[in-house]
């Protein structure tokens, strides 16, 4: 039986997904829900017990020596609870005690999902070999990490380097953060849909209102659904500017389902960022779309979890 594997949650808006996964960074078991956003807190909580469920009627399961969450956020890894913005239900929940419980007691590990996107890019992905580098996931929401001096730095609750939640329009809309004009109700895939949609751009035969059919008709050249991801990629570049001219990054690595977009949005991306980064220090900064796909947040979620006698999943320093 293989042995000293580490079990993974991936949190977010729209699943909830579960691996077991070895020191190579490998996925050998899977698991997935939806998750219900909407709903009260014991029903998601539901939704994570029975990913954990699945996971636990592996054969390797026993191998199991400890168990790393990414999830959105906000997330307060010294508490152990989570209040992400798109789980309404979920303020201040005790997610590692309550998972803790359902895993028969083994250690947990929680981390932001932009912290460990962050961690898995850094590990196998597109900032592999950056000292400095931020990692940003859009897609339901919009989340981000940062690399700095060769390491995670995930801060004192996990969340550093949340992009998303950076003001970029002072007088914007109303976030559900609380703020205004943040880079995720700019660029995230509901508000690029939303924006869209109401600037007159309609939908195909199939109905479909999603960024990806947004960017679909903008790759065909809809002049509205083109104008919604520009205005996405200059709000990304924006805060990647920002992030730049405080930390001295490298490297943005962008991935999640918006980026599956391409140069629908990357094109117009690597336009802003000369409009923003235009200090001597940040002009040579590098946009690149992650490599991980949607194994960044299990792969990252195992990383954040300390090797074990130098043979486990790999450490993430975090400073």
Known sequence: MQTDLVAALDIGGTKIAGALVDGAGSLLVRARRATPAREDAESVMGAVSGVLAELKASALWPGVRALGIGSAGPVDASAGTVSPVNVPGWRGFPLVRRVAAVTGGLPVVLVGDGVAMTAAEHWLGAAR????????????????????????????????????????????????CGARGCVERLASGPNIARRALEHGWRPGPDGDVTAAAVGASARAGDPVAVASYERAAQALAAGIAATAGLVEIDIAVIGGGVAGAGDVLFAPLRRSLHDYATLSF?????????????????????????ASGGNGVRAVAAQ
Do not use: Q, W
């Open 129 to 176: 070999g950056y000292d400095n580098a931020l990692c940003m996931v859009v897609s339901t929401g919009v989340g981000g990490g940062l690399v700095l001096g060769g390491k995670v730095h995930r801060g004192p609750t996990g969340n550093a380097g949340h992009i998303g939640h950076i003001s970029v329009d002072l007088d914007g809309d109303a976030c559900p």
């Open 282 to 306: 940040v002009r040579r900064l590098t946009v690149a779309p992650a490599l991980m796909g949607t194994d960044a947040g299990l792969v990252g979620a195992a990383a954040a979890v300390p």
